[in-house]
């Protein structure tokens, strides 16, 4: 389907990223898609997501870009996240190709573990090629200062990465004129609700 | 009276689905209403809310969409779950017939139990109709990412569907041109207010 | 000084109200004035506020709106509200007369008591008028639910009250072009900030 | 690079501030920049922050303005500020002059130290011009209510000085019309993603 969500011109990009000895790691949101429903009206057609970028340290404050590995969290995935408690970890399993022929083939997975005395977490990937016979893995020490940036952020950004901030907006300023009514609460309004 | 928000051209859904064994559960916002003061303003005269549907499984990943069960939950309702400690139960009756003559022939009942170890909710609704003599029952476990992502949402929802977005809305982007003001904050703003 | 603000047609009112059997309780957020610099921009003159209005019931789920006490809370007594513990108790004194010829004469409180187990908290307010001989007092029970849609949408509203989302908002869409960058994160980025 | 966020008209300022027996402390928000991008979008070049401003106290209720210190929160110590627990310390240093010949000369450091049996905290600015052979410090004790205002403020403000607010605007209120889709929700979406 024809998606003008599609045009970018427009698009503004905003990330958040920790770079640390081994590897960095850079956060940033996806906004979902929508399809004109034959009312006028638009429904979510693809939910939208947090997209985590790892790249690996190739020297002193130096990172090879060209060797980044994504993972890309749902809103159920995010919904983990920020829950997590100080000594509670989560871990995510992803198939790039699911439902395709190469179904199986490349298994990501995303860990997050306390350091220890509430002080952060270690974000970790793991990258496993069954065909290319390659293993890659990428760890980011996270701050606990650093994880409440990342809670904030994802916090924020879930209703809108679900859009329930567009379905949230009332896109009728100026209501007709109707009956004038009296202002003042009335109490079968909360029973009647 | 005339209402134009009920337009629907422009108009934005977005939900958030758990689909599990037995049943499957869906959540979307549903925003308030506005009637237009003499003033020109205009003034929430139905306070919006959260709908539920439960729709029953009927096969592998199959749902069956006709007999869908709805439950729409109030500001105050909300305010329960999003607040539900990790251990408690809440419980909430509707009649959907309430100060009609039919009024007592249909109960409906939604309840909310923990699933134990901190690990999530079970959601039940229970529909009971005197009329028909029947008594359907749909049950959803929804886990702690799950329920993390509906109190996101719905604590987000929570002040939309009141209507307090708009009321907390500028829509007066350019003051008039007044005296210029000491750009410094001055205590005695504190002790007035 | 003229303050365009004051124009209230397109103006939205909101307001969540809980009704008891001795009195009730209604709350509803009032915007922050701005006031135009020189520089073209406008700046918060007077914070905005929570008023909860207060109506004595005078029958059965009939209240009398001519005998309503107002209670306007500031910014710091909202987060004094949001931050309650289950079992804490907070109280505020105002004069709506400071710093006019009838200082002293009006005195207003309103407390805010839990009700025990978790339950919820008692919402009271006593004004007392030495000039008129005399001392009202109105009391509301709200539920732990209930407070909990307060505490949201108070929460919500702060930001609001002091302005702080019309400075968040980029009046700017889209900037002018610029010598094309890197559009990957840079560690120096972090260093200098 | 030209950079039309600079054009300061249509701008809103917005403030918090406690006035105490020995200084004040004023924070406000400062916008993200952004920069445009060939394909027509634009990506944040420079984080917003979160300025704090304390003014020494000269008298009963008379700050002196002309001896303000300033100091920035970038997003991550915005993080560790609105997740500091009761009991909890932090401190920050910066050098205004990093990375400039003047590198080193002037240290600032804020500390903010809890005042003890879940109070709220103090606040501390100390500024050493190692040149000028000056040492600067300034402490506002902070109330637990005036500290929830804080964090609440920070809370909304986070966000923003990243410009996720923006990245997660959809610029496309309309999409185009597309094959009319079924509009249930659909077990597989859950699963692809």
């Given at each position: 389907a024809a998606n003008l969500d599609e045009n970018l011109s427009g698009k503004r990009y905003a990330s958040y990223t920790v770079f640390k000895g081994k590897a960095a790691l850079s956060i940033h949101p996806i906004l979902p898609s929508f399809s004109k429903l034959e009312s006028g009206g638009s429904r979510v057609s693809r939910n939208g997501s947090v997209m985590l970028t790892f790249f690996p340290a190739v020297?002193?404050?130096?990172?090879?870009?060209?060797k980044k590995q994504l993972f890309a969290l749902s809103p159920t995935e995010v919904g983990s996240l920020i829950s997590l408690g100080p000594a509670e970890s989560c871990e995510f399993f992803h198939d790039p190709?699911?439902?395709?022929?190469?179904?199986?083939m490349v298994k990501k997975s995303l860990s997050i573990t306390p350091l220890g005395s509430d002080s952060g977490y270690f974000v970790n990937i793991t990258v496993v090629n069954s065909v290319e016979k390659t293993n890659d893995r990428l760890s980011v020490p996270v701050t606990k200062a650093e994880f409440s940036v990342m809670r904030t952020a994802l916090s924020f950004a879930l209703p809108h990465i679900m859009g329930w901030d567009q379905a949230l907006?009332?896109?009728?300023p100026s209501p007709a004129i109707s009956k004038p009514r009296v202002e003042r609460p009335h109490p079968d309004s909360e029973w009647e609700r």
């Open positions: 020297g002193q404050r130096k990172y090879d870009y060209t190709s699911m439902k395709s022929s190469n179904e199986g907006t009332n896109h009728h």
